[in-house]
């Protein structure tokens, strides 16, 4: 019987662990990534130049205090940094303060961390203060460091910025003025992952023009201005609508602007793809075609004018085909954007050959916003897995180095229907249930019965002390790592393990659905409801820890302080951490 329980025990603790090895391998990926980004950067002189012009329009009478130097990630330990030093001068009127960073975005945090730390400036959004740097010294008497400077290391690959729905809140409003300032502050608070989703609606209708959809077609499925985030995410259509061809463009001139000043700052930019979400008029052209209309959302009176739009079943070779079709017209339609670069060749937004991997962006294809606040038609784990699948194929074969940033949104928002798994180990007598119904089945088919199964006393015999369950060396850490109690942590364990491997098949099915290292997850409400830790780290899939610091229409001052503090480190240093 004690051997059973052992052999019980190391199947379900193998079966847990099926996801570390998988962690391990995206690392590996993650380092591929970052090396090809690396080498995929504007020149430093275009890099270098890009700061410069942040200094310029945020202190233009400190220009030539400053110099600054692109350097490479040896000089840095192996990771980014920036370094601060004073400047040897040679002249009077000479630089100050030298600023080295391994990108555009480092050597401009470095230069905020200076004025922040060293001369009291405060540099934040106009709500929150706004501009602030009458505490400067002028020229010539900027205050100097001690001599062995200082190196600040970025602790993580990427710092990501903004919402989905950000776009309809503010970005929507805004010329190409507010745009620099907004991607200046990007730089200066260290931020080298934004979304860049502005324009994206005149890319949609050259697409949807080459599978037979009209623009008058499109006039009831695009979302106005202040609602086109909802009508992108497949929650309403045409409400707010429709756009006149006027705006779509200058909307697309304006995401090139935005985009070729990220790319000139070392940022990497990330761009939308096809998540499912189409037209009304694709029915009637393609009447063969799997297209399921889904439920209302939180529209007017569930309108049918607004409401329940329609998702492409992602087992319809159409899927791909759209998937594919947009992400080479984003190629196709900005190609033909130039990096300011100070060189012999002209490195265009997507590269040579209309290859979209050279100058290194990661593709965002949203499967979090193809059900973001909407169900999916079937909770069947092959359909959810096809669909994650067919997302991912749809954006690779538009770019085969393409990686999918997917927002988590909706593993809190829906979690009914995603089940993560939450179920607590004190709750005992649900979990005695749960090892008999889980349990029986696998030790009859191991040894023919169910010794187990026959009553409370023989269930409690799990109860082993786990100093003797030798061979489960690590479980001391997972039982702690998911807060139960040593002693008791073999039959909490079991019973939670049998749990999530019961309910989690969902959301193992999605993150699953792709290539080791093809997908990064936004744990989007971590610093209130963290995923991370409910989901075995998301299942082996690397993962951004996100703070919302406000909803729409709020702008009280209030937060989770404590959380926002510790919550980024708790989730790095954690057990077999994928952040």
């Not at 020149?43 to 945020?58: H, N, T």
């Not at 997972?478 to 909490?492: C, I, Q, R, W």
Request: charge should be negative; aromatic fraction near 10%; charged fraction near 20%.
């Amino acid at each position: 019987m004690l051997k059973f329980k052992y052999q019980l025990l190391q199947l379900l603790f193998l079966l847990l662990t099926f996801s570390f090895p998988v962690a391990l391998s995206n690392h590996k990926a993650i380092e591929s990534l970052l090396h090809r980004l690396d080498s995929k950067r504007a020149l430093p002189s275009v890099q270098e130049a890009a700061a410069k012009g942040v200094l310029k329009r945020l202190l233009p009478t400190h220009l030539s205090s400053f110099e600054f130097n692109i350097v490479s990630k040896d000089v840095c330990g192996g990771d980014s940094c920036f370094m601060i030093n004073n400047h040897n001068k040679s002249s009077q009127n000479g630089p100050e303060i030298i600023i080295r960073g391994t990108t555009g975005v480092e050597i401009v945090s470095g230069l905020h961390w200076y004025l922040k730390y060293w001369c009291g400036a405060h540099v934040s959004w106009d709500k929150t203060g706004g501009v602030q740097t009458t505490s400067i010294p002028k020229p010539g008497s900027l205050p100097l460091l001690k001599d062995e400077g200082v190196k600040i290391r970025r602790p993580v690959p990427w710092n990501y910025y903004q919402n989905v729905v950000t776009s309809s809140y503010s970005f929507v409003w805004w010329d190409w003025e507010r745009w620099e300032k907004e991607v200046d502050w990007m730089a200066l608070q260290g931020i080298n992952l934004p979304l860049a989703f502005t324009g994206q609606e005149a890319i949609w209708q050259k697409v949807f023009k080459d599978f037979n959809i009209s623009s008058e077609d499109l006039n009831g499925f695009f979302g106005g201005p202040a609602f086109l985030a909802w009508a992108r995410m497949g929650n309403l259509h045409g409400w707010g609508g429709p756009l006149s061809q006027n705006w779509l463009d200058q909307q697309l001139v304006l995401q090139k602007q935005i985009i070729s000043r990220m790319l000139e700052l070392g940022m990497t930019p990330v761009l939308p793809s096809f998540s499912g979400n189409v037209p009304a008029a694709l029915t009637k052209i393609y009447p063969s075609a799997k297209i399921t209309r889904l439920g209302d959302w939180n529209t007017v009176d569930a309108d049918p004018r607004w409401c329940c739009t329609y998702l492409l079943d992602p087992s319809d070779p159409l899927f791909v085909e759209i998937g594919e079709a947009f992400i080479r017209k984003q190629i196709k339609v900005q190609s033909n954007i130039r990096v300011n670069a100070l060189t012999s060749m002209q490195v265009t937004l997507f590269g040579e050959d209309d290859q979209m991997d050279e100058d290194g962006r990661i593709v965002c294809g949203d499967l979090g916003d193809t059900f973001n606040e909407n169900s999916p038609p079937t909770s069947d784990p092959e359909y959810i897995s096809t669909l994650g699948a067919a997302v991912y194929q749809g954006i690779s074969k538009g770019d085969k180095d393409a990686v999918w940033l997917m927002q988590g949104w909706l593993f809190y928002s829906d979690s009914s229907f995603w089940k993560p798994p939450q179920m607590k180990p004190e709750n005992r007598e649900a979990l005695k249930v749960l090892v008999l119904v889980e349990l029986c089945p696998i030790a009859k088919e191991m040894t023919g019965v169910c010794n187990i199964g026959s009553g409370t006393g023989d269930l409690m015999m799990l109860l082993i002390p786990i100093e003797e369950v030798g061979m489960m060396h690590g479980l001391t850490q997972a039982a702690t790592m998911h807060g139960m109690a040593p002693v008791n942590s073999v039959f909490d364990f079991v019973a939670m393990t049998a749990l999530r491997m019961k309910l989690s098949w969902l959301a193992v099915a999605l993150l699953q659905s792709v290539p080791s290292g093809k997908m990064i997850v936004l744990d989007l409400f971590a610093d209130v409801k963290p995923i991370w830790k409910t989901s075995f780290q998301f299942y082996g899939t690397p993962y951004i820890w996100c703070m919302l610091h406000n909803f729409g229409g709020n702008i009280e001052m209030y937060g989770v302080l404590d959380s926002i503090g510790s919550g980024p480190i708790d989730a790095r240093v954690s057990a077999n951490s994928t952040m």
